[in-house]
């Protein structure tokens, strides 16, 4: 696509820019405020070129996302992360541009990663509604890192379709009213009696031109601006209306290509081989001349990370990492356990304020841990690289992949420009691909040999070496008296979360603007003011954060730090409602001070028939959050019986079973609901994991989880047998967040559940953190385990 | 190097390579079979999930050399031509293919070519053994899904069985 002229672009910000350099997008337009549902009339241009292309101006766009005068203090509520992450974006998101091709297709190469939360399929149906055009005519594609937009590529905080809802309609509605005034021309007819369907334009006497008859007369020899107006939301029949995925036929036919799937040519099975502690480094290899000569081997090559080895195939890879002989300097965290870590964390919190308040006001404290979780997806850390004296191609599923190219440029030595970075669909992402890891290291692989590298990550390192949700423990003190809660505070201390993948950087830029002093904090610091809020008429509410100890590869996990407060401050509710002899929900239900998380709790307590009678040892969980735009409460049962808890399944961790989860959720304007229904029912089984079975254990400098044998995640015996997801109406036009919505309701109300069923306070999760290893820990060297033999004898 | 010959989604194939390179690699990284996913390379995760001889196996876990020349792999990509056309579905796929697309089952899909893969050859050993599909049943898959897609995989498993 070629490079537009914008007026609003020449003072291009560089990538180190902190918002108070930078000019101030467009300020308040005279109508709409920041939610407007009737603001409908945008400017844009039709682009010169070949066939017509359309671009959304969003300079001209910009709306403050924080108008209202906040009634209560807490950040998020005004001005949530979202805001920060959308606000950053104005300046560049100008560049979307949709265009219509002669084949009648339309296309758009999203500026985002697709991990299969479903934003191929959202933004498709976003073209195809303002377009008249059927669904299976748009193709949207994954754009490469382009550095021209600047700080508007990054996936994450579910910011996507928020960020990118109106820009894209208005980019689809020029071309569609560009498509308009070519067929008014051809069929003789004017553009306000012209009729727009399924990419057919109709004459009121029955003459018809198609989208590709019209996508090269319709093209513009200039850029023009124009002015449209979007659709009204009742006219929708595409957004909001259940869709299956775009690329669904692709998945189940095993056709969708991923990192490892790529055909580049020269490109072979490349792997590592890592040191025997966290983050250690090689020193150098003893016998690379024997490794060399196996079956297969083509390359041996030392990087920082590891000892890469080039094959044939991934077989003689595993093959050649378990042979190699290699002297490694320990890593930082060598002969460490996760008590050692606890111990740590404990030593950096700092004591809850004393407020002053009524000295007759009795107190609720509570103290919990949450250990090292993983958020290895499906498809590890893998990329494709080639890189050449003058020149680098690297090809991976990246969230944000203008970072990428400019540390892998740094890397090789190589300017920016000389790097092409190409966006791959992921396997998974769960926070993991914010980083590039994978996509670094092929480059240096790749580099270091001199030949094109297909990077796979070994399970094992993906488990061991690769990012995790970072060990924090969470503290809360709440007051009451006379039937009110007078004060809650909570106070969150974490292992640092890694947020170098360029968040900071978004962040940065909008610094200054931040309400309530949070300019002046750093990014986790206002990652968390701006996600976490406590939606109850509480009193005096406080939540802060405390980071420390930088020695690990951490990353935010879907949804960041919200799971374990939202365990945490549930868990405490459920106290305090104890405390103060009210039913769980009743109590949540008065005090609740949002009317959408009043709706939708009120609503999973219906369907899910909140307090019904159940047997000892299982019982009902209810909680709520609030976040991203949206409001979510789930329900659920769960069944701590010893015959559910010790159900015997190989390699497995059975526990207690959650067998029943109702959820809620409303996140404004759904465009998919069917999408939105299938990321909720994928949160509830992370929350369920996070709650019960998962985490990691640090012992000796290491992990010792090194598959999904001993990293429990969810499994089909551990999967609610009834899930009912609620998508609740909403009158807002604006979208909200889906990707990491499901999680943090569906992990505090499986907490409470668990409390309730067991009669029990727990104080770490997941709750088997601290019972005897499930699983006998593979070996630390060599780093990765050998591929079995014996697979035909498991035959079904 | 040994020749390796056997059948594959209904084609025979002969590759050069070693006796005890995995199946899994001799797919991927020879023959440029991708359905079939890499997740852990030592059976635990079942993302490369494909059949021999009509039944469900782990290729991660098979040296090529013990695939005898009358052995018939089948991978996702083969999967619809084990039926005659009459007994495809809309889209020309095997039924369960058909009810995975019915509830939108995949997320990201990486371990979907797997997780199908399992379902047909779990309700085909159900019937061999005479029984109806039970939740029980579903309870015993072990392919694992890191985005959560299970809900749907039990919904499309059981619509699947009706229709297969």
């Known amino acids: ?796 | 190097m040994p020749r390796q010959t056997f059948k594959l989604n209904g084609q025979t194939v002969t590759v050069d390579v070693p006796d005890n390179v995995r199946l899994l690699w001799v797919l991927r990284d020879l023959l440029g079979v991708k359905g079939p996913k890499y997740g852990c390379g030592i059976n635990v995760c079942k993302a490369c999930t494909s059949h021999i001889n009509g039944k469900a196996f782990n290729p991660c876990a098979v040296p090529v050399g013990e695939i005898g020349r009358g052995d018939e792999i089948t991978t996702i990509e083969g999967l619809p031509d084990t039926l005659p056309a009459k007994k495809r579905g809309p889209n020309g796929l095997h039924p369960m293919q058909e009810a995975w697309l019915d509830r939108d089952v995949a997320q990201c899909g990486y371990c979907q070519p797997g997780q199908i893969m399992a379902a047909v050859a779990l309700v085909r050993k159900v019937r061999r053994e005479g029984r109806a599909l039970s939740a029980s049943d579903l309870d015993t898959i072990r392919n694992i899904c890191r985005c959560g897609t299970y809900t749907r995989i039990r919904e499309a498993i059981a619509e699947g069985s009706r229709t297969m």
């Open chain 1, 1 to 796: 696509m070629a490079a537009i002229p914008r007026h609003d672009q020449q003072d291009q910000p560089d990538q180190t820019l902190g918002g108070h350099d930078r000019p101030d997008p467009v300020g308040p337009l005279p109508t709409g405020g920041p939610h407007s549902v009737g603001r409908r009339r945008f400017l844009g241009y039709v682009l010169g070129g070949a066939t017509l292309m359309a671009a959304a101006d969003l300079g001209m766009l910009a709306e403050p996302a924080a108008a209202a005068v906040p009634t209560l203090p807490q950040p998020a509520e005004l001005y949530d992360l979202n805001d920060a992450l959308t606000d950053s974006c104005r300046p560049t998101a100008n560049l979307i541009t949709v265009t219509v091709n002669e084949d009648g297709t339309a296309s758009f190469a999203l500026p985002r990663s697709e991990n299969g939360q479903g934003v191929t399929t959202s933004t498709a149906m976003i073209i195809a509604e303002e377009l008249d055009l059927p669904l299976s005519k748009v193709e949207v594609t994954l754009a490469p890192a382009r550095p021209e937009l600047l700080l508007n590529q990054l996936t994450g905080a579910s910011n996507t379709t928020i960020s990118t809802y109106t820009p894209i309609r208005v980019a689809a509605a020029i071309a569609k009213m560009a498509l308009l005034e070519a067929a008014a021309i051809q069929l003789g007819d004017t553009v306000e009696l012209l009729k727009s369907k399924d990419g057919v334009i109709t004459a009121p006497d029955g003459s018809s031109v198609t989208y590709g008859e019209l996508a090269t007369k319709a093209a513009s020899l200039v850029d023009r601006e124009v002015e449209v107006e979007l659709k009204s939301t009742d006219e929708f029949t595409v957004v909001g209306t259940p869709r299956n995925r775009v690329d669904a036929l692709a998945a189940v036919t095993g056709a969708k290509e991923f990192a490892t799937d790529l055909d580049v040519p020269g490109a072979l099975p490349t792997m590592l081989c890592r040191p025997p502690t966290l983050n250690g480094t090689p020193k150098r290899v003893l016998n690379q001349q024997q490794v060399e000569g196996m079956p297969g081997v083509r390359n041996v090559a030392l990087v920082d990370t590891g000892v890469a080895v080039r094959a044939l195939t991934f077989g003689q890879c595993i093959d050649a990492v378990r042979a190699l002989d290699v002297e490694w300097n320990d890593g930082p965290v060598a002969g460490m356990d996760d008590e050692d870590i606890l111990a740590n964390l404990r030593k950096a919190e700092v004591p809850l304020p004393s407020l002053g308040l009524n000295p007759l006001a009795k107190t609720i404290e509570a103290d919990f841990a949450f250990y090292f979780r993983s958020n290895s997806p499906m498809d590890t850390n893998s990329a494709v690289a080639d890189v050449r004296s003058d020149r680098a191609t690297v090809w991976a599923g990246l969230k944000s992949p203008i970072v990428a190219q400019q540390r892998i440029a740094e890397a090789l030595g190589m300017a920016e420009g000389q790097v092409t970075v190409n966006v791959v669909q992921g396997g998974g992402s769960f926070g993991r691909r914010l980083f590039f890891d994978g996509a670094l290291e092929a480059a240096k692989v790749s580099q270091a040999m001199g030949e094109p590298v297909k990077l796979m990550w070994h399970r094992a390192d993906d488990a061991r070496a690769g990012r995790t949700h970072p060990m924090c423990t969470s503290r809360i003190r709440a007051t009451y008296l006379a039937g009110q809660v007078l004060s809650f505070q909570q106070s969150h201390t974490s292992v640092e979360t890694d947020y170098r993948h360029g968040l900071g950087e978004v962040l940065t830029a909008r610094a200054a603007d931040l309400p309530a002093g949070l300019g002046n904090q750093g990014f986790a610091q206002t990652v968390f003011g701006l996600t976490q809020e406590i939606p109850y008429d509480f009193g005096v509410v406080t939540q802060t954060l405390v980071e420390a100890d930088e020695r690990f590869n951490t990353g935010s996990m879907r949804n960041i730090y919200s799971p374990d407060v939202r365990v945490a401050a549930e868990l405490v509710i459920d106290q305090l409602a104890a405390a103060m002899r009210k039913d769980p929900y009743r109590f949540r239900q008065e005090f609740i001070r949002n009317e959408r998380v009043r709706a939708v709790l009120d609503k999973v307590a219906t369907v899910g028939n909140w307090g019904r009678s159940m047997p000892a040892g299982t019982a009902q969980g209810i909680a709520i959050h609030k976040e991203y735009k949206g409001a979510s409460a789930c329900l659920v049962e769960l069944d701590a019986r010893p015959g559910t808890v010790d159900r015997d399944i190989r390699d497995a961790v059975t526990g207690p079973r959650v067998t029943k989860v109702v959820f809620a959720i409303d996140v404004g304007l759904a465009i998919n609901p069917r999408g939105l229904e299938a990321q909720m029912q994928g949160g509830i089984n992370d929350g369920i994991a996070l709650a019960l079975t998962s985490s990691l254990h640090l012992r000796d400098g290491h992990f010792l989880e090194g598959s999904w044998d001993n990293y429990f995640y969810t499994r089909q015996w551990n999967t609610p047998p009834e899930v009912e997801v609620i998508v609740m109406p909403s009158e807002s036009g604006q979208p909200g967040g889906a990707g990491e919505a499901g999680v943090a309701a569906a992990n505090a109300a499986v907490a409470c559940a668990f409390a309730r069923a067991t009669r029990t306070n727990p104080t770490y999760f997941p709750i088997n953190h601290k019972d005897p290893l499930a699983f006998t820990p593979k070996p630390f060297s060599p780093p990765i385990p050998q591929s079995p033999v014996n697979g035909l004898r498991f035959t079904y």
